[in-house]
Each structure stands twice: as C-alpha cells, then as structure tokens.
C-alpha cells in the first residue's frame, strides 16, 4: 500500500471509532473545504486537514478541556496532541521524514495559524465548524457556550471566510439567529 493512502487509511478508522459524532464528517469536510479554498493543496495540507482533529477519538490520549483554564491553551496542547498521533501513524506507513515534519507542523499550528499554509487550514477547519460541526455543538451547549465557540471561531476567520460564514443558514432559526448575533458582536454592529 503506498504510504499515503496507508496514512489516510489509518486516519480515517481511527475517527471513525470518535465518540464525537459529527468527527468522521469534519474531517472529510475539512479536507473539503480545504480544496475549494485551496484545489492543487499537496499532500501534507491534505493529511493534515483530514487529521487534524485524530486526538479526539483516542480516548486514553484526548486532552481534557477541564485542565486548562484558557481555551486557546487547551487547543494548543490539542493540536500538538493531534500531530504528535498522526506523525506515529506517518512513521509507520514509512511517510517521508519531510512529508512528516511538514504534516507536524501544519497540525500544530492549525488553531492559531501563523504562516499561509497553517492559516489555510485553519481557515477550512474553521468554515467547516459553521457549516457542519455547529448545530451538533449546539445540541450539546447551551446558547451561551455556543455563542462563546461562535465567537472564538469567527475571529479566526479570513475576510473571505466571514463572508461565507454570513451566507451560512441553517434549518433551526435559533441557530441562525444565534450566528448572526455572532457576527454582530464580532463586528460590531450590536
């Protein structure tokens, strides 16, 4: 098997045993979202997109949102967990060293972005919690958590990105009112 189709083998049944429900979906969707941004996206970008989350669906090795008490610490250390699972699953599919450290990096930087590549993943990590994860966080949150996450999710937002999110609707009209409070608050418009 060619290693890259053994990496996404591997990360694909790996999520699939997430006790999130909508992870399998995101990371498809990710990836997706990905190559509308980005459509001749490489390996890496690719790999990553669809890994960046691994973590979550490793029980014993999930980093707990409880230990932190800032939310972007908790996604750091999230991230850097998540990169640290998928370059075990890339060292043994005998992935490039290079391809490796590129995926690595990517996946650690993928919350908070910092250069073109982490800040296009971030960007298609983020559209595809508006467009797929947010109604599944809302069933689970309260209107105040959810608007919180809306909030630390639009921010991180490319212009762009926030104009798709403002097309975004969704069949609960509580939850369109809620993002569209979102926006209001972020642009500040309330």
Request: with cysteine; charged share 30%.
């Amino acid at each position: 098997m060619h290693s890259l189709d053994c990496i996404k083998k591997k990360i694909e049944e790996i999520i699939a045993t997430s006790p999130v429900p909508e992870d399998p979906r995101h990371a498809r969707d990710t990836l997706d979202w990905l190559l509308r941004l980005e459509p001749d996206a490489d390996e890496a970008l690719q790999i990553a997109a669809l890994g960046h989350d691994i973590e979550r669906a490793i029980e014993t090795r999930k980093v707990r949102r409880e230990a932190y008490q800032d939310y972007d610490a908790f996604k750091a250390a999230h991230a850097r967990n998540s990169a640290q699972i998928l370059k075990e699953i890339m060292q043994e599919c005998q992935a490039s060293p290079a391809l490796i450290e590129e995926v690595y990096a990517l996946v650690c930087q993928h919350e908070q972005g910092g250069n073109r590549r982490a800040d296009l993943l971030r960007e298609a990590d983020s559209l595809s919690f508006f467009s797929l994860n947010l109604p599944f966080y809302f069933a689970r949150h309260d209107r105040e958590e959810t608007l919180r996450r809306c909030r630390w999710g639009y921010r991180r937002l490319s212009e762009r990105g926030k104009e798709l999110v403002a097309r975004l609707t969704y069949p609960e009209p509580a939850l369109t009112a809620l993002v569209k409070a979102c926006i209001s608050l972020e642009e500040g418009l309330s």
